[in-house]
Structure formats: C-alpha cells, structure tokens
C-alpha cells in the first residue's frame, strides 16, 4: 500500500481516538508569495518562482530570497500535544518564524527537515507561520555550479504532524524515518535489524511498550516483536529489534516484493504512535571483472539520469508527475535509473521500489568544492540526511558523493597551479570525509562518484577512495570518435583492474525538429542521437567488467546558460522537456524489452524531400530477428540488427502509409515524399523553404513549416554556387550553438553557408517574395564602416564583415554589416519583392570578410 495512504488512515484513526495518535497531513493550500522580484500572490505548493525565468532571453532567473506567511489557528487540544512542520525539499536556505519568533533553519536544497513547532505557538488562536526561503548562490553550500538550474521556493510538499508527548522522534535528521537493515539475506533466511527512537516531551517518566509487526508483501503478518523501556521527560531513548524471515520473497527488478513494517508506540495500554515503512530482502555484489550480481544472478543495469524539472513548472512537480517519470523509464525496459544530482522526491524512491529499478542516489557535491569547514559540514549533513531517509527502500543500491569534482579546476585557465593543488586537496579531504561517513551509516551498500574524462582523478587518488567509479563519457560529442570510447574503458580496466566500473553519463544533444538520413556529430538530428547510443549499448554489453550504464538524460531538462539548438535547454534527453518521446525511447524497447516490439522511426521526420531517382530510408525498431515492411502492394523483409532493421524503399510522391510487422506485432506511420525535381513546378502552391548550410532539415514547430536540407545548384533546380559550410569550432560541425537572439528557431539560423556567391532559384515568369535569413556567429564582429577605415586600420579589417546583395543583378543591399546593422547573435530577416522574367539569382558580393547566408525562402504572389 502507497505510504501516504497509510498518513490518510492514521488521520482517520487519530480522529476515531481524540488525537491520541499521530496526525499528519499536508500544508499546502493558499500561501502568500512575495520576492523582491514579484508582487505578492496566493500559490499553492509544490511552488518554485523560477518555472519560467530561466527560459527567457538576456536576463538571468532570480536568486534570492522569497517569503511564504500563512495563519495557522492552533486547536486548544494542541496545548498536549507535539507539532512539526515536515519538508520534503526546499531550495536553498531555509528559515522558519512562528509569530515572529525564529524556529530553525536549514541549510541544503534537496533533502528533507523537521521543525518543531511546538513551543513557538500559542494554542486557542492563529499564528503567524513565516517562511524565508533563499536560493542565492553561497559558497558554502553545494551545489555551487551545474548544469542545471538552481529553482528556488518549497517545491515538495509540506506536511503539518501532530503527535502526543510521547511520540517517536520526528525532528530529526531521518525526519521520523526508522531504520530497517537486512544484514543477512538468502534464499533461506532474511534477517531483519530495526533501530527506531521515542521522545518523551510529557512533563513525566513513561513505562513504554515499542512493538514491531513485520507484514509480508500480500499483507499478512509473518513477525511480532516486543521491547520494553522506561524513558524520562525529555530524553530521547534508542529501541532496536531483531528478527529473522524465513525463505524471504526477494525484491529485484522482475519480481519487487515488498514487506511492510510497522512500529507502535504503546504507554498504559493505549497505542500512543504509529509509524509504517515498506523494505524488502535483497543482497548484491559487484565484480571488476563480472560485473553486478543480485540475489547471486548476474544482471547488467541500463537505465538513465533524471534531473526532477518539467516544462512550464521547474521543479515544483506534483506526485503524479514523478510517478509517471518513472513509469516510463521502466516501460523503456530500463532497470536503473541515477537521481542525478541530487536526492529527489520521497515519491521517487517509493515508485522504484514498487516498479523494480536500481537507484543510485547522491548528493549535490558538484563541480567545485569550497576549502571550508562550514562547506564541508553542510556536505556531510546532506549525506547524513539522504541515507537515513531513504534507507528502507531496496531500490537503492549506492550511495553518491561526488560528480565531476575537478571539471571547473580543469577548464579555468585564471587558477594558479598552488591555487589548484589547494582545491585538489580540499576535494580529496572532503571525499574521504563522505566515504568514511557513509559506510558508518551504511556499510552493506556501495558507495560511488561520478568522473569526467580527465586524468587528474587516477593522479590525485580520489578515483580510489569509493567502492565504485562512474565514468561521464561524451566520445563522439565533446571529445572525437565513437569507438574512442570503449578503448577508454579498456585502459582504464587495464590500469586499475579492481575498479568496479559504470557509465554514470553518455549521450549527445537531440532536437526533435532536427532531422536527417546523414547524421554528423553536432548536428542535433536525432539520428545522431540513435548512432551514438547504439554504438556505446553495443560498448557496454561487449564488456562484462563494465556492470552498467546509464544514459544522459531521461529528460530534456532546464539549465540556464546552455546556447544549443534550443536555448536554455539540455536536449540530450530520450524524452523532451514536456515528456513527449523521441525515437531514442523506442529504441532502448527494441534493446531492452522482453515483450515482441516494433516501431516505424520517424515521428518527427515524416516529410521527406529526395530526388526523384532516390529511395526512401526508413528505419524501424524491434527486438525481432526479422521484420517486415509494407506499403500499399509491396512487401520488404529485413533482418535486424542491434534492434533496427533498415529499409530503402520506393515510394511514389505524396503520402504513403508504411507499415512494419514483426510476428503478431505491427506500427504504421505516413510518410509525405516530395521530389525536390517538382518543388519549382509547386511553387504557386507551396513556398521553397531552405536550411542553408544544413545537411539537416528543420521544422518549425508554430507554422509548421519544414525548411529542407541544402543543395548545390543544378540547371532547371535550385540551390548555393560556392562558399563552405560555416564551422565555429572545426571539430564539430555544428555552425555555432549560440543563443541566437530575436528567433525561437535557433537552430535555422545557427547553420549558415559562408563565402557563398550566390543562390538560384530557376523559376516561371513571375512576382516573388524572397527572404534571406542570417545572423553574424562571431562575438568579436566589428561594427565599423568599412569604407571609412583607412588602410592603417588594418586588424580592425579583419574582424569586419560587409557584403552587398545583388538580385538579377539589380543592388538591393549595400554595405550589409549584421553585427553593425543588427547586432551580433541576432536573426537577421530580410524580404524582398521580386519581379522575375527569367529565374531568380542572388548573388553576394563581398567588401570584407565573407558573406554568409543561413536560410532564404521563396514564394509566389
């Protein structure tokens, strides 16, 4: 049964018996907002005030502080009882008043505290509840830098407890939770240690009964055991229990049976407090050369990350939302997933354990690490917090304490090398601090950091320190060659062969509108996408002494200073951000699911522009070894391989449906063939739309408009005559991943033709409109007049760019600069009306610099 439904029957119970027991219950309804950025409002939690901030152009999101009041009337009948307010997450600092009188602070933005409220409250009559809430950037507090953002406000859920005197301790770093450790685990025997802790807040010495009834996963009670102790006012006793199953029903992924605890608190006679939490009996190893075994079965963990934001509510997500994550991670087949970066949602930990996926959870030590005792401690507590929170649950299998650690200090070319050998000490120090501290607490799971490609962990032994190393490996994307990455492993494995190794992150930026049959790294397509992960699942699963992988991200997800193909986004999601798929999930189906599958790629690549002497590339997923395809009379086989199964077939122009079979499963899909030969002949129909530069074809999502791939120009046709595709960076092929401004389509104009001489369109007497689409990519354009620079002024020459634009040679455009015209990073688009008697020719013609072009369109009147 969910948790919060055994919360709902201890409310109902506790009303049953005149607040004799526990209450709980959510706080979550009408608050009053306030910042130095917004105006005072009533929200509802969960609630973060930056859901749309950081998406929005030339502004950074607010950090600061925001304030949350509500009156809380006090029953008389509190006047004997304990009163908590319980949050399961808010960023970053935390302070509560109660009639103006300071509760408590904390400091951490991603695990759970308890305040107790208790004696700041004057039952009969409301109080004033105050909260402050801050999440500005403070160098003694992890995370201090990410890939991701940093949303401010109580974006969990908040519950209000009520328990009697005597009560288990609830303000507490397990924030009530009770221990439940499996030493012991086989197929025989399961033996059970469960450390709990009651309070006596009354104004007397209590004689107490704790007893602990242990339910099997079908509900039945299978272990009843008893303790007895007498505890003083004010004091704080441990009790433990001790216990043994026999032939336990295992938890794994296949078959997640879980038992139930409950533990109560009985004083003369009357149960004074109830607490329930599900576990389960499991028992793991891993092996350097192996791999991972659970219940003594060899298993590969493939799953993915999972940052807790969502489209158009940052990370204030409701339960529901959570869940469906989750759902659909083990629909892909996956069996892991890595809470990266952060403890997320108790909902999350729940819904793995009931669906059968292996969690890594860690804490935000990322990045960067601050040489202070104040940044240190502040990093233990949230390893304190996150293990004994989430404890019980049997999904998760290690526990986390670092990730990148050494990235920033790699890249700043400012630090001095005494300044970096302080910070690698200061990390090291920090690492050994959590390892050391996790085991004390939790000695019988695995304790893991996540590494970037780079050196510096092997030579400063950090990499030594946990039990488990997780390698973020971006071969084919930030560094050169797909098949550089398994020679990776193999030296790493070589060099350290008692090193348990993981792929903690992998996987290249993809956006759904970005599509191609030519995928080049850089591009964005999602064919890109599907090459990459393909190539390292088939890495991954040639090496048994790598025990898993998890792909980087399940979710497009929002980080503010990102300036890719959609700005202020981390697309290398198998999802987007709004949780619709890309072809990418399917394709871990066809790898991972046991179930027949089949899918036709291409939901988003459904108009397909070729020539008229070229077939049609279609690509289908399944994990059969063969498929067929059909289409109208016509039928193609195909064997799979890797789960895909390829197919280039004819097909006549206009819409054709496809569909794929495989045994008694099938998928259809409708394809619109256009021939590029015909887009001339159609124009009075249908404008020409170009992606200059592009060997990738683009849609707009608002007009739905799909700009195609460039041509080179051929007689009675259209297309570029010179120039080379624009390369900022020549490892990538990418033009530039700025943040174009003044345009939602980045991506059209990120993608340019430079040098180009001139674009022709061989079209019917006719009047036109004609627009060119450009940006200037470079930041150090100069703005200056050419024609005013005297020869002396040569460097400042050098940095400019100006150019004329001809049409049928008539001038239309002189002296065209972007970056003085316009502004640098910024859509640039130009129409003009054209009347034409013997086809269209643009021509540029350069002053300085190059001339560039990155999109034009044309059509009739």
């Given at each position: ?18 607040y004799a027991q526990r209450q709980v219950q959510t706080l979550n309804s009408a608050w009053k907002f306030s910042s130095e950025a917004h105006a005072e409002k009533i929200v ?770 002189q002296d065209l600069n972007p970056a003085r015209d316009y502004g640098k990073i910024r859509a640039i688009s130009i129409t003009y009306k054209v009347n034409s008697k013997d ?23």
């Amino acid at each position: 049964m969910h948790l919060k439904k055994y919360l709902i029957l201890a409310v109902l119970l506790s009303s049953c018996l005149t607040y004799a027991q526990r209450q709980v219950q959510t706080l979550n309804s009408a608050w009053k907002f306030s910042s130095e950025a917004h105006a005072e409002k009533i929200v509802d939690l969960p609630h973060t005030w930056n859901a749309e901030d950081p998406f929005k152009d030339g502004k950074e999101y607010f950090r600061g502080e925001g304030t949350y009041t509500k009156t809380l009337f006090a029953p008389q009948k509190w006047d004997n009882r304990q009163v908590f307010l319980k949050f399961e997450g808010s960023n970053q600092v935390t302070t509560l008043f109660v009639n103006d009188r300071l509760v408590g602070e904390h400091r951490g933005g991603y695990t759970g505290f308890v305040f107790d409220l208790t004696e700041a409250l004057v039952p009969g009559t409301e109080n004033q509840i105050r909260i402050v809430v801050d999440n500005s950037h403070n160098v003694d507090i992890p995370p201090l830098d990410a890939d991701f953002n940093f949303y401010g406000g109580i974006y969990r859920d908040l519950w209000l407890i009520t328990t009697p005197k005597l009560h288990f301790e609830t303000a507490n770093e397990a924030t009530s939770n009770f221990l439940i450790r499996t030493p012991e685990v086989s197929a025989e025997n399961g033996r059970i240690l469960i450390e709990s802790s009651i309070k006596n807040s009354s104004a007397k010495r209590e004689a107490v009964t704790v007893e602990a009834e242990i339910f099997d996963p079908q509900g039945n009670s299978v272990k009843l055991l008893k303790n007895k102790s007498r505890i003083k006012t004010g004091e704080v006793v441990e009790v433990t229990f001790e216990g043994d199953i026999i032939s336990p029903k295992l938890w794994s992924p296949a078959a997640p049976n879980l038992y139930r605890a409950e533990i109560r608190l009985i004083s003369e006679g009357k149960v004074q407090d109830v607490l329930n939490s599900n576990f389960g009996f499991r028992w793991f190893e891993v092996d350097p050369e192996k791999g991972f075994f659970l219940n003594g079965e060899p298993i590969k963990l493939i799953g993915a990350n999972r940052h807790q934001d969502f489209q158009g509510l940052g990370n204030a997500l409701p339960d529901r939302l959570h869940q469906k994550d989750y759902q659909m991670i083990k629909e892909m087949g996956a069996n892991f997933i890595r809470t990266a970066h952060y403890p997320q949602d108790p909902e999350v930990y729940r819904i793995c354990d009931e669906l059968g996926l292996l969690v890594w959870s860690e804490v935000p030590v990322i990045n960067d690490v601050t040489a202070s005792d104040a940044y240190h401690n502040v990093s233990l507590k949230m390893q304190r917090e996150q293990i004994k929170q989430f404890f019980n649950h049997p999904s998760v299998i290690m526990w986390g304490h670092m990730n990148e650690i050494f990235i920033r200090l790699v890249f700043n070319n400012k630090m001095t090398e005494p300044e970096k050998a302080a910070k690698i000490k200061t990390s090291v120090e920090l690492a050994e601090k959590l390892e050391k501290l996790t085991k004390e607490l939790d000695p019988d799971r695995l304790t893991v950091m996540a590494l970037h490609e780079n050196e510096l962990y092997n030579t400063s032994g950090i990499a030594d320190i946990p039990d488990v190393i997780g390698w973020n490996l971006y071969f084919g994307w930030y560094s050169p060659g797909l098949e550089s990455f398994g020679k990776f492993l193999d030296d790493q494995h070589q060099r350290y062969p008692n090193r348990p190794l993981f792929i903690s992150e992998y996987g290249p930026g993809a956006d759904a509108r970005i599509q191609t049959t030519d995928p080049q790294p850089w591009d964005y397509s999602e064919a890109y996408q599907l090459k990459l992960h393909r190539s390292y699942l088939n890495q991954v699963l040639e090496r048994d002494y790598v025990f898993g992988m998890a792909a980087w991200n399940f979710a497009d997800f929002g980080s503010s200073f990102r300036q890719d193909a959609m700005p202020y986004i981390n697309q290398k999601g198998l999802v987007n951000f709004d949780r619709s798929k890309k072809d990418i999930y399917y394709y871990y189906q066809a790898r991972l699911l046991k179930e027949p599958m089949v899918y036709v790629a291409g939901k988003n690549f459904t108009d397909r522009y070729i020539h008229s002497d070229e077939q049609v590339e279609i690509t289908v997923f399944s994990n059969a070894p063969q498929v067929t395809l059909s289409s109208g009379d016509k039928t193609y086989s195909a064997e799979t391989k890797d789960g895909i199964a390829i197919f280039e077939i004819p097909l006549p122009e206009g819409k054709n449906k496809v569909t794929a079979t495989a045994g008694d499963v099938s998928h259809s899909r409708v394809f619109e063939v256009h021939f590029r030969e015909n887009l001339l002949d159609k124009i009075d129909e249908k404008a020409i739309l170009v992606n200059v530069g592009a060997h990738v074809q683009y849609k707009d999502p608002v007009t739905g408009e799909v700009w195609i791939a460039d041509q080179p120009y051929r007689e009675n046709s259209f297309g570029y005559i010179g120039g080379e595709v624009f390369q900022k960076d020549k490892n990538k092929i990418q033009g530039t991943a700025s943040d174009i401004q003044g345009t939602e389509n980045d991506p059209l104009f990120q993608t340019m033709r430079e040098g180009i001489e001139a674009y022709k369109f061989d079209v019917e007497e006719g009047i036109y409109l004609l627009t060119v689409m450009l940006a200037e990519p470079q930041f150090n354009a100069s703005e200056a007049l050419i024609y005013n620079l005297s020869s002396s002024e040569e460097k400042i020459k050098e940095s400019v760019r100006s150019f004329d634009i001809l049409i049928n040679e008539e001038p239309v455009q002189q002296d065209l600069n972007p970056a003085r015209d316009y502004g640098k990073i910024r859509a640039i688009s130009i129409t003009y009306k054209v009347n034409s008697k013997d086809g269209i020719t643009v021509k540029f013609a350069e002053n300085a610099g190059k001339s560039l072009l990155s999109a034009i369109k044309l059509e009739k009147l």
